[in-house]
């Protein structure tokens, strides 16, 4: 039996962290070595990822791997989707990369779907319509001097890899998300390319989850004190090392992937690139192994995180533990919204964007913050039951347990309301979802496990803790508020 310790590097877009797991048959420890902010930063009306400060963070995380472990096998970098860095002829980063809540993008919607209608791209990238889906970001940065010098883009994680290793590559789970895939052949989109004017050479050979990207440089062994270490490629959208990481003993289970967004769905074994998935606002990003995450993207804890910046900066009290107990004694229902409407996307004033559409809705806007936070939290919980009862008519799979990971498990409030919205047991846990994931598929490509990811998921059901909520309350009640929120 070879047990490996590995390095599992998770960007998610509140905080970054370097994790060691330490592998082997019936073996999964894992435990966090470095935490560090991921704080998106405003230049000239431009709002970017402070990308090497993120690096700085993951080259410390290493070193600190490093010394904690003795010894590191391997190393996974999973990191939010969408967003890329831009790269010219002499392989430098052109400027920082633009964050996907920046509004230009948005802005080039319009151009994209001139080419090519909205339901043409449905059927060949099968994504759900989110404005920074980085086809449109690319429409919206054409004509800009960045643009014109690129030669090559990379997503986040790739990036970090490029500089770990001096090799250029497009993990295909994350190249998913750029709207740029062929979600059937799962190559990039040639024709799509073709017809938007992207040269074809921008975007670097796709690689699959357990591959090989390179080893350590001269420079990046330096920078962290570590050997000849290989960097493998993992499910390098968090999303997909996070369903990797989701406990589930039957193929029977929903998902909700929570943190700064809820990624609701369910996984499968082929796209579902119907015209009624497209209307149902469902996405279809390619997992590990080969399977397809058929889900969407809800809003999540952005509307709590941003309600607690908007508190903190008025000096009002800021304490997630506190309001989310105060919210647990506030009466449900006293006002719902939608959570995915567009006016929530940006960064700003949450609390009074929320009270606006209450307001618009004929509600009574929230009175405390307490009250603003229980509205957040039913309004998640009924947007979660909805994406679980359409993903569940859209593919034909039949939900009998939801999976809840990421930071949002530690919300009991949340997991119980979550429950009590889909009529079904929610199983919470495990939070590092992602990082697990991310050294799971390390740790096979290296050969520590071996099996698919029934097995994987076997592992972590056998070491790691879950927490079990069922339904409880009237049925009836979520029902009438789904049809009042969603018509
Ligand atoms: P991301 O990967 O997008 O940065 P995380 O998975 O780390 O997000 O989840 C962060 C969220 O988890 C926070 O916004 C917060 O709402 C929630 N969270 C973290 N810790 C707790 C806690 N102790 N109690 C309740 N919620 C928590
Ligand atoms: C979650 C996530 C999500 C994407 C969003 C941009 O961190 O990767 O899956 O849609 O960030």
Redesign the pocket.
């Known amino acids: 039996d070879r047990e490996l310790t590995l390095a599992a590097v998770?960007?998610?877009?509140?905080?970054g962290?370097v994790m060691t797991a330490r592998v082997g048959p019936g073996r999964l420890d894992l435990a966090e070595v470095h935490r560090f902010p991921?704080r998106p930063v405003r230049t000239g009306g431009t709002l970017s990822w402070d990308v090497l400060a993120l690096y700085a963070g993951v080259l410390d995380g290493l070193r600190a791997a490093g010394r904690e472990a003795g010894s590191i096998d391997g190393i996974g970098i999973d990191s939010?989707a969408v967003d890329v860095g831009l790269l010219d002829a002499d392989g430098a980063l052109l400027g920082n990369p633009v964050h996907y809540r920046d509004a230009r993008h948005a802005t080039a919607v319009p151009a994209v779907h001139a080419v090519v209608p909205p339901g043409e791209l449905y059927r060949v990238n099968g994504l759900q319509h989110l404005p920074f889906n980085t086809v449109f970001q690319f429409a919206a940065m054409r004509g800009t001097a960045r643009f014109a010098a690129a030669r090559q883009a990379l997503l986040v994680p790739d990036l970090l890899a490029y500089w770990l290793t001096g090799a250029r590559v497009a993990e295909v789970t994350n190249a998913s998300t750029t709207g740029l895939l062929d979600a059937t052949t799962r190559q990039w989109a040639g024709g799509l390319l073709d017809r938007l004017d992207l040269p074809r050479d921008l975007f670097p050979a796709l690689v699959q989850p357990g591959e090989e990207i390179g080893r350590l440089t001269a420079e990046a062994r330096a920078e962290t004190g570590l050997a000849d270490v290989p960097v493998i490629a993992v499910g390098s959208h968090?999303t997909a090392s996070a369903v990797v990481g989701v406990p589930a003993a039957s193929e029977q289970f929903a998902y909700v992937?929570?943190?700064?967004?809820s990624l609701v769905g369910v996984e499968l074994a082929e796209p579902v690139l119907t015209e009624a998935g497209r209307q149902a606002g469902f996405t279809n990003e390619l997992g590990v192994d080969g399977t397809v995450r058929c889900l969407r993207n809800v809003m999540?804890?952005?509307l709590?995180?941003e309600s607690?910046r908007t508190w903190s900066a008025a000096g009002l009290p800021a304490d997630?533990?506190e309001l989310?107990a105060a919210a647990a004694r506030v009466s449900a229902f006293t006002a719902v919204v939608d959570p995915d409407d567009a006016r929530f996307l940006p960064p700003g004033d949450m609390p009074a964007r929320i009270a606006a559409l209450c307001t618009e809705t004929g509600q009574t806007p929230p009175q405390s913050q307490a009250e603003t936070v229980r509205c957040i939290l039913d309004s998640l919980a009924l947007a979660y039951r909805r994406s679980i009862r359409r993903a569940a008519e859209l593919s034909g799979r039949e939900v009998e347990v939801v999976h809840l990971v990421?930071?949002?498990a530690?919300?009991?409030l949340?997991c119980q309301l979550t429950a009590d919205a889909c009529g079904l047991p929610v199983i919470a846990g495990p939070?590092?979802a992602?990082a697990l994931g991310n050294a799971l598929v390390q740790a096979r490509a290296l050969g520590a496990v071996d099996g698919g990811l029934a097995e994987l998921r076997a592992l972590l059901r056998a070491t790691q803790q879950t927490r079990t909520y069922l339904p409880s309350g009237s049925a009836q009640a979520w029902a009438t508020a789904d049809a009042r929120v969603f018509g």
């Open positions: 998770d960007l998610g877009a509140s905080s962290r991921n939010w968090d992937s929570c943190g700064t967004w999540g804890l952005w709590l995180q607690l997630l533990a989310l990421g930071g949002g530690r919300n009991e949340l939070v590092e992602a």
